[in-house]
């Protein structure tokens, strides 16, 4: 076989200058496409940073305010807060979930007074009440999570997250069942406005390891992870994921998300093929930490992998991505 000396296609045209890799681009990162995921303690600290998450603070209820309000004059339009919730509150029930006056909600009331037009995400599960760190109810023998009881007091939840004036509840325990549930009782609440954003093909993962340390929630002694084989998925299984995720949109989910994101890009640009719905992807703390702890030894450089690994994200099919960089992000999206 002889090749053409002279190749009539020649792709690199378009990849020549500045000007025409712009006009060329595909898929750009914009601000409204983040979501900061953002930790709320109580009292009157000043932010305490988490050791596994370079640039991550856990914010009193004042800095939460202030946080909100920069986020959003830097273009970003939603937020999920994940409260820090003192020890001592916290029993094998998760009893302080239901506290009408616990952290989460005063959180919600302060963003909704301080930053009106920002969107709010809550999570629903139970593992920041519980002494255990699991997502929900364990069953009488304490072998596993009881399915039905978990599900009944995540409606309550979603309740009272949802009178708060959060705009999405976010069901990230699991549970079979769950989405309708909570939509039946917000609805029986009259509660017809607020979302459903459905953590729908949530792995088991070990990627969630930095996260549990800046919640302070329990993990089995010796490791850095609780075992939640049981309800949060297989790493190996994307049938699995997809039904799953099918599963919540036919129960009411009005956006479905894949978590975490970077490694689970398949199940993404799968799922993106196969529902109509937004679809979210929770760049998750372990995502972050190591391409943090990469740059800090010289090994990558942070921002281009940064950039990289968002892009990927959407570019496999996310509408919306839940990322710690999004402050960072959403600031050098300004200046460019
Ligand atoms: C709680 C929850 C977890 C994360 C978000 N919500 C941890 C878990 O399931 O154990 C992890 C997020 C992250 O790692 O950034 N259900």
Redesign the pocket.
């Known amino acids: 076989m002889s090749l053409d000396p002279a190749p009539l296609r020649r792709p690199r045209r378009l990849r020549r200058t500045a000007a025409i890799r712009d006009l060329v681009q595909e898929v750009r990162l914009h601000p409204s496409d983040l979501i900061a ?1 953002l930790f709320v303690q109580d009292g009157t600290d000043a932010p305490t940073p988490v050791a596994s998450m370079p640039g991550v603070m856990r914010f009193n209820l004042d800095d939460l305010q202030r946080e909100a309000r920069e986020l959003t004059a830097l273009g970003v339009r939603g937020i999920a807060l ?1 409260p820090v919730t003192p020890p001592a509150l916290k029993d094998p029930m998760g009893r302080e979930a239901l506290n009408p006056n616990c952290l989460i909600l005063l959180a919600v009331r302060a963003v909704k007074a301080a930053a009106p037009g920002l969107a709010i995400f809550t ?1 629903l ?1 139970l ?2 009440y519980t002494t255990h760190g699991h ?1 929900g109810l364990l069953t009488a023998d304490g072998t596993d999570v009881d399915n039905d009881a978990t599900v009944a007091v995540l409606a309550e939840m979603g309740v009272l997250h949802a009178r708060a004036g959060t705009d999405f509840v976010a069901p ?2 699991m549970m079979d069942g769950r989405v309708a549930a909570i939509r039946r009782a917000l609805d029986a609440a009259n509660l017809t406005s607020t979302g459903i954003l459905a ?1 729908s093909a ?1 792995f088991a993962s070990a ?6 340390e800046a919640v302070g ?1 329990a993990r089995a002694a010796g490791t850095r992870s ?1 075992d ?1 084989r049981t309800y ?1 998925l297989n790493p190996a299984n994307p049938r699995e994921a997809l039904a799953e995720a099918l599963l919540d949109e036919a129960e009411g989910a009005d956006v479905l998300m894949v ?2 994101a970077g490694p689970y890009l398949d199940i993404l640009a799968q799922l993106r093929q196969r529902t109509l719905l937004p679809l979210a992807a ?1 760049q ?3 995502e ?1 930490a190591q391409l943090h702890a990469a740059a800090a030894r010289g090994w990558l450089e942070l921002e281009p992998c940064r950039d990289e690994s968002l892009l990927a994200i959407k570019r496999a099919g996310a509408d919306w991505i839940l990322t ?1 960089f999004a402050k960072d992000v959403a600031r050098a999206l300004q200046g460019s």
């Open positions: 995921p994940f999570d599960a593992d920041p997502d990230s325990d953590y949530k990627y969630y390891g930095p996260f549990r929630s609780l939640k949060q978590k975490p929770y998750v703390s372990g972050y710690y």
